[in-house]
Structure formats: C-alpha cells, structure tokens
C-alpha cells in the first residue's frame, strides 16, 4: 500500500516540529519519495509523486518561491518542504495562497532540525511500505498460482482417482 503525504506526516509536528502551513486537501496525495532540491532550473529533474524539501540555500530573497511550486507541481511533485532559517526566513503570504487554491501541501521545518533525519525516516518508511505491498503481491500470486493447477487437475481438487 502507497503511503500518503499524511500517513508520512503522523507525528512529524511532535517529533520534527515539522508543520503544514498550506495545501491540507492535497495531503492525500501518494509519496513515492522524497528529494532535496536547492535549484529552480533543475525541477524537471523529478518523476512525479515527490515530496520535495529545499532550504533556499542557492537563492536570494523568497520571490523565487512561488514560481518554484508551480514548477514542482507542474512537473509532478506531491509538496514542498522549505526549511526555514538563514536563506528562507518565512513564507511568502501569495505562496501560502497559492499552495492552498492547488491543494499543494506547503510543509515548514525549523533550521534546528536536520533535514537528513526527517527524510530518512521519510525514506525508512517509503521502503518499508513498498516491501510489504511486495509480499503481499508475492503471496497472492503464489496462491493464485496454486489455485490455477488445483483446478485444472480436478483429481487434486476432488482428492479421488477415477476408475479404470
């Protein structure tokens, strides 16, 4: 089973101080990773259902915001995480707007928290999850597997042997 954007979130307030400040109707969405993206020329790079984290580090100011969440939308991306601190001090009131009008979770972490711990936990998870929906396809296929030759062989199903 995918794991939602609010399935990852559980605890995240609590443990990362990690908090959506946008975009609550887009928190269904389906996770399938999570990137650090720090360049607005380079959104193209993900595959879609990311959840992208940046600190703002290779920007100036917060104009560039705004037209990198279109971007990271446009291109697939589930949300943004914007690590605020020294590069991004607060979020643009028309990003706010903006993520909340395209149901894109707008997420904020505090510069106190390394970003590495909550996306390996993130990841961790992601993993885990996959590997589960994993055995449990392989388990369906194994007995569908074994239910297909038991039928066609109506002597395993009946558990009798015809007469000669």
Not at 14 to 31: F, H, I, S
Not at 53 to 71: D, H, K, S
Not at 88 to 113: D, G, M, R, T, Y
Not at 126 to 155: D, G, M, V, Y
Request: overall charge negative.
């Amino acid at each position: 089973m995918a794991l939602t954007l609010s399935q990852l979130c559980v605890n995240v307030e609590k443990t990362y101080q990690m908090k959506l400040v946008a975009g609550e109707d887009g928190m269904d969405n389906v996770v399938r990773w999570v990137h650090i993206i720090e360049d607005v020329e380079v959104s193209h790079f993900i595959n879609g259902q990311e959840l992208v984290f940046t600190t703002g580090i290779a920007q100036r100011g917060v104009n560039w915001l705004l037209p990198y969440a279109e971007q990271l939308l446009s291109h697939g991306a589930v949300g943004l995480v914007i690590n605020l601190g020294p590069y991004i001090e607060k979020v643009p009131q028309q990003l706010i707007v903006w993520c909340n009008s395209h149901a894109f979770p707008l997420l904020v972490l505090p510069w106190s928290v390394h970003i590495i711990d909550v996306t390996y936990d993130f990841c961790h998870r992601i993993i885990q999850s996959e590997k589960h929906e994993r055995s449990i396809a392989s388990a369906f296929s194994t007995w569908a597997a074994f239910a297909s030759i038991n039928c066609l062989n109506p002597h395993l199903v009946y558990s009798f042997s015809p007469m000669a």
